[in-house]
């Protein structure tokens, strides 16, 4: 594994969790870039780019005046993103999922740090940082049956992209099965412990059925360039992704790096 001279490119993919909020006094110059999503521009103001869903309101988005460099992304930009790691059938139709995918694809980051993403809603009181919101992971939708899988593929996906997907809550549950770091290490990464890493989760992965899973999506053929595989639920068959869902379980071993 060659390993580049120069720093890493550490992006924080911020969600919308109450524990996002935690984020407010760590330093910008830890990340390379900062992605928000949906409402979590709100959580700080320095965010480089806005990943929001197709049908986010408009009157939640930030006003010109607050968005100084940053940019701000849609379907238009995260639907062929998602398409080239599969399409959101078989990657997962959430945001938490669908701003990785578009940040691995569009940004090429070394490390993906996520917080107030771990999609977990039974903790008493609000459900995210801005109050009472609707757990849209939760919903009911063919491409969500088992979240863990879905961020199992990720995790590999990522990291045949050259990305270690991190996480950085401290939550005693997620639906995540990526590494868990605490913000104050992101600060020893270096592009060789990077490497290290990843070789690490390597090989704690059974890309035999990894490998099974990619084979048996691309046999099936549940993509829709448009993005809108609810015109298709007919042609879809939920027994034949719960067995992809799976094989990805079986292929990644969840397991604590630092």
């Known amino acids: 594994m060659n390993v580049r001279n120069d720093a890493p490119r550490i992006l924080l993919l911020l ?13 910008k110059q830890a990340f390379s870039r900062i992605v928000a999503i949906n ?3 709100r959580v700080r103001p320095d965010w480089d780019f806005l990943v929001h869903a197709g049908d986010f309101p ?4 930030p006003h010109d005046a607050t968005l100084r460099q940053a940019k701000i992304f849609s379907a238009t930009h995260y639907v062929p993103a998602q398409n080239a790691f599969g399409g959101f059938v ?6 938490a999922l669908t701003a990785a995918y578009w940040t691995i694809h569009s940004q090429k980051p070394d490390v993906l740090a996520f917080l107030g993403c771990d999609m977990i809603y039974d903790r008493p009181g609000k459900t995210h940082f801005y109050g009472i919101g609707r757990p849209d992971p939760l919903r009911d939708d063919i491409t969500l049956r088992n979240l863990e899988a879905k961020s199992a593929r990720l995790l590999v996906q990522a990291l045949k992209h050259g990305c270690l997907c991190i996480n950085l809550s401290d939550l005693p549950r997620s639906r995540l099965v990526f590494p868990s770091l605490a913000f104050d290490e992101l600060a020893g990464l270096s592009l060789a412990r990077i490497a290290e890493m990843k070789a690490e989760i390597l090989a704690g992965i059974r890309l035999d059925k990894a490998e099974k899973a990619e084979e048996i999506e691309k046999d099936l053929g549940y993509f829709y360039e448009d993005g809108m595989y609810w015109n298709h639920l007919d042609e879809i068959d939920e027994t034949f992704l719960a067995d992809i869902d799976q094989l990805w379980m079986s292929a990644v071993e969840k397991r604590p790096v630092g």
């Open 90 to 95: 078989y990657a997962g139709a959430t945001m």
């Open 58 to 61: 408009l009157d939640r988005l």
């Open 15 to 27: 969600g919308s969790a109450p524990d996002a909020v935690r984020c407010q006094p760590w330093p």
């Open 39 to 41: 409402n979590a521009w």
